[in-house]
């Protein structure tokens, strides 16, 4: 006597509705509203549109905007895979409290990280007297937006790392020390040709985040117009002017790296995924 299979098969109309309803909400909620921030960026024509973007104070926020990212990504790009690594191939005290610290960033408004930080750095913060003498200026300039964006972005390297690292065990790297490989030799040789799809994928994911960054980075940035306006901070500013032309040409920007971003996503996805079925086999 065959066992009764406990899975249900939904009937052709159920799979159609539900389809339907996922294509209804992307589109109400992700296509259209992409639709309508470059139909706004062109509303004037392709000369309106290009100027707003060849703006001194758009170029500045582009300009600031790519620095942070550039900053931000790689400083946690070396967290994440040291992070992921000493917790993934070792065992030690406070791991757990470790892995908790990680994900602070998920569970703290982006506008408290952005106001603890000028607690600490601001001119009345504790460190800020202190810094104010000797000329140091972090809160209201570049030093402050990377730190926030740091602090904000740091959990997306490690949280891809963690369970790919811990999945693939210590067996590997046990081997290659036990035929006299040294640590760095280990690491560069058996350890991140394992991890580079899952490495690049976190990456991927930090630098979208830090390049669209707004509550953290508009607490500590000032709002100083050519000066320290991210993209977002940009396009808040030119919307509150009623410069809705600039406004959506800037956000059609941000828009279009996020496209982009998404393409790349899929492609890591495909690899990474055939990446760790073969690993698996």
Same mark, same amino acid.
Not at 10 to 33: C, D, Q
Not at 137 to 166: D, Y
């Given at each position: 006597?065959?066992?009764?299979?406990?899975?249900?098969?939904?009937?052709? %109309? =159920?799979?159609?509705?539900?389809?339907?309803?996922?294509?209804?909400?992307?589109?109400?909620?992700?296509?259209?509203?992409?639709?309508?921030?470059?139909?706004?960026?062109?509303?004037?024509?392709?000369?309106?549109?290009?100027?707003?973007?060849?703006?001194?104070?758009?170029? #500045?926020?582009?300009?600031?905007?790519?620095? +942070?990212?550039?900053?931000?990504?790689?400083?946690?790009?070396?967290?994440?895979? =040291?992070?992921?690594?000493?917790?993934?191939?070792?065992?030690?005290?406070?791991?757990?409290?470790?892995?908790?610290?990680?994900?602070?960033?998920?569970?703290?408004?982006?506008?408290?990280?952005?106001?603890?930080?000028?607690?600490?750095?601001?001119?009345?913060? %504790?460190?800020?007297? %202190?810094?104010?003498?000797?000329?140091?200026?972090?809160?209201?300039? +570049?030093?402050?937006?990377?730190?926030?964006?740091?602090?904000?972005?740091?959990?997306?390297?490690?949280? $891809?790392?963690?369970?790919?690292?811990? $999945?693939?065990?210590?067996?590997?790297?046990? =081997? =290659?020390?036990?035929?006299?490989?040294?640590?760095?030799?280990?690491?560069?040789?058996?350890?991140?040709?394992?991890?580079? %799809?899952?490495?690049?994928?976190?990456?991927?994911?930090?630098? #979208?985040?830090?390049?669209?960054?707004?509550?953290?980075?508009?607490? +500590?940035?000032?709002?100083?117009?050519?000066?320290?306006?991210?993209?977002?901070?940009?396009?808040?500013?030119?919307?509150? $002017?009623?410069?809705?032309?600039?406004?959506? #040409?800037?956000?059609?920007?941000?828009?279009?790296?996020?496209? +982009?971003?998404?393409?790349?996503?899929?492609?890591?996805?495909?690899?990474?995924?055939?990446?760790?079925?073969?690993? #698996?086999?």
């Amino acid at each position: 006597m065959s066992a009764s299979n406990p899975t249900t098969i939904e009937s052709p %109309w =159920a799979r159609r509705a539900l389809i339907g309803v996922g294509f209804l909400f992307l589109a109400l909620f992700l296509f259209l509203p992409l639709v309508m921030v470059f139909a706004g960026a062109l509303a004037k024509g392709w000369k309106v549109f290009l100027d707003a973007l060849v703006d001194p104070d758009a170029l #500045a926020a582009i300009r600031l905007t790519l620095l +942070v990212a550039a900053i931000s990504v790689p400083i946690n790009a070396v967290f994440g895979v =040291a992070a992921s690594w000493a917790i993934a191939k070792f065992d030690f005290r406070g791991k757990s409290l470790l892995i908790s610290l990680i994900d602070l960033p998920f569970s703290v408004s982006p506008v408290v990280s952005g106001l603890i930080f000028v607690l600490l750095f601001g001119a009345q913060g %504790w460190l800020g007297p %202190w810094l104010t003498a000797h000329g140091v200026r972090i809160i209201f300039a +570049v030093p402050g937006i990377v730190l926030a964006t740091v602090f904000v972005t740091f959990p997306f390297v490690a949280r $891809e790392l963690i369970p790919l690292m811990a $999945e693939q065990g210590r067996d590997d790297e046990e =081997a =290659a020390r036990s035929l006299g490989a040294s640590g760095w030799q280990t690491f560069w040789h058996v350890t991140l040709p394992n991890i580079r %799809w899952g490495l690049l994928y976190g990456v991927l994911l930090c630098n #979208a985040r830090a390049m669209g960054e707004f509550g953290a980075v508009s607490v +500590v940035s000032g709002h100083i117009r050519g000066l320290t306006n991210t993209m977002p901070l940009h396009v808040e500013i030119l919307y509150n $002017e009623y410069d809705f032309v600039g406004a959506f #040409a800037v956000a059609s920007l941000l828009a279009s790296l996020a496209l +982009v971003t998404l393409g790349v996503k899929t492609v890591l996805e495909w690899r990474f995924g055939i990446h760790r079925a073969g690993a #698996a086999h």
